[in-house]
């Protein structure tokens, strides 16, 4: 069986995949932009993996497709969060658009970190980098032990010291 082409991926499915996004997002012009953004990441596997192929072409678009829609909602729900805050700050110390963007920047660049970690892991993280909670209580709060809130934060601050910014960018 030969393997279809990028182009013949996007003539054959690009229509169900438009619609499929326009339902999930509410929006054609978020889901034309998804649409292109998901061929453009098939096309860039294909490029790097020479043994690339498809088996099921419409599960696989579809998949990289959904993967792009959580990463939409998410950085739009950290842009949110982030306007709020920014809206929260008083207007004698409102930052230069430089420092805006370095700040957003950081904070995507935080967010994917913590995406790594495993979800208790992160919650313990977060109640005590960002609510000040002491361990105690994140153990109370999640009604784990406090040694294993203890080997939470060793293991996430293990992974914050050792991580590579190059992983990133995979």
């Avoid at 998804?34 to 099921?56: N, S």
């Avoid at 934060?153 to 992974?159: G, R």
Wanted: charged share 25%; hydrophobic share 35%; with cysteine.
């Amino acid at each position: 069986m030969s393997q279809p082409s990028v182009d013949s991926l996007y003539k054959d499915n690009q229509p169900w995949l438009f619609n499929w996004l326009v339902k999930k997002l509410g929006c054609q012009h978020r889901a034309e932009d998804l649409t292109h953004d998901t061929f453009v990441r098939i096309l860039q596997t294909q490029y790097k993996q020479k043994e690339f192929t498809i088996e099921q072409p419409k599960a696989y678009i579809r998949t990289v497709a959904n993967g792009l829609v959580v990463d939409y909602f998410r950085k739009k729900s950290l842009e949110k969060a982030y306007q709020q805050a920014l809206n929260e700050i008083p207007e004698l110390t409102q930052l230069s658009e430089e420092t805006l963007y370095l700040l957003k920047e950081t904070l995507e660049q935080l967010d994917r970190l913590l995406e790594r970690l495993p979800k208790r892991v992160k919650s313990v993280f977060l109640y005590s980098q960002l609510d000040g909670l002491t361990y105690a209580a994140i153990a109370e709060k999640l009604g784990i032990s406090l040694r294993t809130v203890k080997r939470d934060m060793q293991q996430a601050y293990i992974h914050c010291l050792t991580f590579s910014w190059s992983e990133d960018s995979e």
